[in-house]
């Protein structure tokens, strides 16, 4: 019996799941090795192995030319249609091969295919970007991310061209973080495009930038960025170690990193920003934090973040210092709403009706003599329509968006008051709540307060205020308890510091804030 | 080594601060005014502010005896002291140190005990009428065993994070409250009193100042500072400030004779406190809502040192599995009191034991580490040449 309980307790044993890691491992590395042989000296042999490897996908092309006129320099392009830009490939591959070398090869090197590869890498081609290859893996990966490789008969050496050119988006203004001032560019779609507009604004030749793969079969780009002098070293080390350790096949989006990177994946709170600006990552760069950008995504990610930052937008340091604050203070007030006014609502009206001031009871029981439901019941209705609401909204095509967010707000809302299924001030309380969340400047965070109202909702039912304080106790706890990148979430609220108070709940004016803010380290201290 | 040192202290000498206050702030100021009038009348206020001063001394001896062994947590504290030296087998030291460990671990549970019962009472009468006290209690202690699960710098942020909330209602109310201040309340100053019957009061109010001790048990935890003394006395200032206010606008609008006999005499104050703009009609749920908080900082503080304490003992275990074993056995012990008035009763004695064994205990060590010569006598800080200076700096910084 007691056999029986260790085997069913007992974990399968650490061997077995070594040796099973082991074998996983060496047929990864098998399967490698048999794409990692060099390219034989025949050409045909090398262009049948690619379209083997590749499948004889339709969009590969495979062009046979000769060089210069010289009927036995017989050579390849291989390259992926759609993935590369065709001016290039025809004007200064081809164009360079085929034409303009005609009699320019010098004679000893008609016969020599190795040192002519050489040659034509130094002087034949008009392309930025030319590396020489011995190993097909590497030809393969390079024509996958757009690149142009050219096989020579006779050569086991290859040249990788850069011919990439897509389709993509231009910069254009942020969708989902628009400003009344400030710039209007926002990150595409393109790293590069991404890692520029950055460079940009920030014109440091400290920035550094290490560039990561991601991903077994997307093999998504990914690059950190961060200012060397601010950014304090270890984060950097061991943001790169997290993003090392990923293992899955497809990256998608940056939420895929962010999802596998942050301290505590459970939390209804984000740890780490995601943005569209890129003047608010150039000042998060400039606070000690870094940046990951992710390729096929316009969504950069923030690291560490913390609580406050989640209600900053770059427009408070736009305008003047009053504006700035007041507009922060608001946006504070309207966040605490999101999270709270339903509850409170159902604890006034259900618990402590003793608190509203008698006029307003009187209004407010008129107004829920008609309804059947216990407040609670009519929050709940009237909350999960709204979500409804918001969730179809997203969805619709555009020009029915609006209509339907006025049909569903005002028609529904005052049929609902009319046939005495909600009280007036229900729908009161339900547009703030719905307004307020959307004065967060970061969506996920607004999300995530959306989403914790509901637990506060059935505490305030339960318990009234008593309820909510609890509720609120146990989301303290949990903030307190978050130190994403080894920083307390709740830095500069707590641990208190005086001096990062320039920047938190207020801004002072920006010339006051000689110092940058200390929770993330920075190795320079000071801003001036 | 100051590095070092540095960076296995999570807690500041703000939060240290922090935890102190709040961990004071929490059932004590809902009775307090009614046990001070009946005990000092009109001499209420100097009643606080000497209980005030009794307790900062006591602060000094548990901030001094922390401050001399900065590296050892309390039951290695006791050990060292009562034992032979260091690097020896010390078993001696741990067997005496032992009673006290488990007398002040069995204190703390009554404490908590008591806290949070106090609360369930108040809550069960004043606002969720129809609610049973066990589940005020268990949802309470529910969240405290929360707490515990988690290290000792969340306990620190969150006390940080709470000791605005508590303190700015409070404060609000006491000065609202002024508005139907009456001048001939609280005069004479000195009513015909007997010097016995002031000390008695002095007494009672020192029972409001209980939970400074906790930081005997967190001392090898918090950064040492030159300060660091004063940020902990900082920590019983502010609870006595909000005590006084509180009692000086209690007798101010009720009279130290009508102040005696009501049973929740701050909540009356508030009662009779009118928001200005009338927002708001009566205020006495929504304090109660706030003071959650205080009095969920002073269980699940009480609570977290007695799982820290037992921790430490056995050297080993997960605290959440010792928060689970404890919490029956809380719930249980609060629940023991019949009624109200037996409560209060308890509440007498646990006055009296927490001050022996608050004031006592270290006193005791502090004494007989003086005699044996054991611990640096002048601090950590104070150690020799100009290197001194730095270091301290060294250890503010994280």
């Known amino acids: 019996m007691v056999r029986l309980k260790r085997k069913i307790i007992k974990p399968q044993p650490i061997k077995e799941l070594k040796k099973r890691k082991f074998l996983e491992e060496y047929s990864k590395e098998s399967l490698e090795k048999v794409v990692d042989i060099p390219p034989e000296s025949n050409l045909d042999k090398n262009i049948s192995y690619v379209k083997d490897v590749m499948g004889n996908s339709s969009d590969l092309v495979v062009r046979n030319i000769i060089i210069g006129g010289h009927t036995n320099l017989k050579a390849a392009l291989i390259y992926l249609d759609g993935l590369t830009d065709n001016v290039a490939i025809d004007q200064y591959i081809m164009g360079a091969l085929m034409i303009q070398l005609n009699g320019k090869i010098p004679a000893d090197l008609t016969t020599k295919p190795e040192p002519l590869i050489d040659w034509i890498k130094d002087s034949g081609l008009i392309i930025n970007d030319v590396t020489p290859t011995e190993s097909l893996k590497e030809i393969i990966e390079a024509i996958l991310v757009g690149d142009c490789a050219i096989l020579l008969d006779g050569s086991n050496k290859a040249l990788l061209a850069n011919a990439k050119g897509w389709e993509k988006r231009s910069v254009d203004e942020p969708k989902t973080e628009s400003v009344v001032r400030g710039p209007r560019d926002g990150f595409v779609e393109t790293l590069r495009t991404n890692t520029a507009l950055i460079r940009r604004r920030l014109k440091d030749p400290n920035i550094r930038v290490i560039s990561l793969k991601t991903g077994t079969r997307t093999k998504t780009d990914v690059a950190i960025m961060y200012i060397e002098g601010i950014m304090d070293e270890k984060i950097v080390k061991e943001a790169v170690r997290r993003i090392k350790a990923i293992e899955i096949d497809g990256v998608l989006e940056s939420g895929y990193i962010e999802q596998y990177i942050e301290d505590n994946p459970l939390s209804p709170f984000p740890q780490i920003q995601n943005t569209e600006r890129p003047d608010k990552v150039a000042s998060h760069l400039l606070e000690g934090k870094l940046a990951i950008i992710v390729d096929g995504t316009p969504y950069v990610l923030i690291a560490p973040a913390i609580f406050s930052q989640f209600y900053h937008s770059p427009e408070d340091y736009y305008e003047r210092f009053l504006i700035g604050s007041m507009i922060r203070v608001i946006r504070i007030i309207s966040m605490s709403f999101a999270l709270l006014l339903p509850s409170v609502y159902i604890a006034f009206s259900s618990f402590h009706p003793e608190m509203i001031p008698s006029k307003l009871m009187i209004a407010m029981a008129a107004g829920r003599s008609t309804v059947p439901f216990p407040s609670i019941v009519e929050a709940f209705l009237m909350e999960i329509t709204i979500e409804i609401l918001r969730e179809a909204s997203v969805r619709l095509p555009g020009p029915i968006g609006p209509t339907i967010g006025i049909v569903g707000g005002l028609v529904v809302g005052q049929a609902a008051v009319e046939a005495g299924i909600v009280s007036p001030i229900m729908v009161i309380v339900v547009s703030l709540t719905t307004i307020g969340s959307f004065a967060s400047p970061s969506y996920n965070s607004a999300i995530s307060l959306r989403m914790l109202r509901f637990p506060i909702m059935v505490a305030a039912g339960l318990f009234g205020l008593y309820g909510i304080m609890l509720a609120l106790i146990l989301i303290f706890i949990h903030l307190c308890s978050l130190k994403p990148f080894g920083i307390p979430y709740l830095s500069s609220i707590t641990p208190f510091r005086l001096r990062d108070m320039q920047d938190t709940l207020i801004r002072l004016p920006i010339p006051w804030m000689k110092k940058r803010p200390t929770p993330f380290h920075t190795q320079d201290k000071t801003r001036m | ?398």
């Not at chain 2, 609870?239 to 004779?257: K, M, N, Q, R, T």
């Not at chain 2, 006999?261 to 749920?285: A, D, F, Q």
């Not at chain 2, 009480?302 to 074993?325: D, H, P, S």
Request: with cysteine; aromatic share 10%; net charge positive.
């Open chain 2, 1 to 398: 080594m100051g590095k070092q040192l540095a960076d296995k202290r999570p807690i500041s000498s703000r939060q240290a601060m922090s935890i102190v206050s709040s961990t004071i702030l929490g059932v004590g100021v809902l009775t307090l005014p009614r046990v001070v009038a009946s005990e000092a009348h009109e001499a209420g206020w100097i009643a606080i502010l000497c209980g005030a001063f009794a307790t900062s001394i006591v602060m000094i001896i548990v901030t001094k005896l922390g401050l001399r062994f900065p590296h050892l947590n309390f039951i290695e504290t006791c050990s060292h002291v009562l034992g032979r030296d260091k690097g020896k087998s010390n078993k001696l030291g741990k067997l005496l140190s032992y009673p006290i460990i488990i007398i002040l671990i069995a204190y703390y549970l009554v404490v908590a005990a008591s806290i949070s019962r106090t609360f369930g009472e108040v809550v069960v009468t004043a606002v969720l009428k129809e609610t049973p006290l066990e589940v005020i209690i268990g949802t309470m202690l529910l969240t405290s065993l929360y707490l515990v699960k988690f290290d000792i710098d969340v306990l620190a942020r969150l006390n940080e994070l709470l000791l605005p909330l508590i303190v700015i209602p409070i404060l609000l109310i006491a000065l609202l409250s002024f508005q139907s201040f009456q001048l001939e309340f609280i005069l004479p100053v000195w009513p015909g009193l007997s010097l016995s019957g002031f000390l008695k009061g002095v007494l009672l109010t020192m029972f409001a100042y209980q939970g400074y001790e906790l930081i005997l048990i967190f001392s090898n935890r918090i950064q040492i500072i030159k300060k660091s003394l004063w940020f902990n006395i900082l920590g019983i200032i502010i609870p006595s400030v909000i005590y006084l206010l509180i009692v000086i606008a209690g007798i101010s609008v009720f009279g130290d004779e009508e102040l005696a006999i009501l049973m929740w005499p701050t909540l009356e104050i508030i009662k009779v406190t009118e928001v200005p703009g009338m927002i708001l009609e009566r205020l006495e749920s929504l304090f109660l809502g706030v003071w959650v908080a205080a009095v969920f900082t002073t269980t699940a503080n009480f609570f977290y040192a007695i799982t820290l304490l037992t921790q430490q003992v056995f050297g080993r275990g997960k605290r959440i599995w010792y928060g689970l074993g404890f919490t029956p056995i809380i719930f249980w012990l609060s629940l023991q009191p019949q009624n109200i008035i037996a409560l209060f009763d308890f509440q007498q004695y646990i006055g009296y034991a927490g001050l022996t064994l608050g004031a006592l205990i270290p006193a005791f060590l502090l004494i007989m580490a003086f005699i044996r010569k054991k611990g640096s006598s002048t601090g950590p800080l104070a150690t020799k040449g100009p290197s001194a200076k730095e270091k301290s700096t060294a250890i503010q910084q994280e």
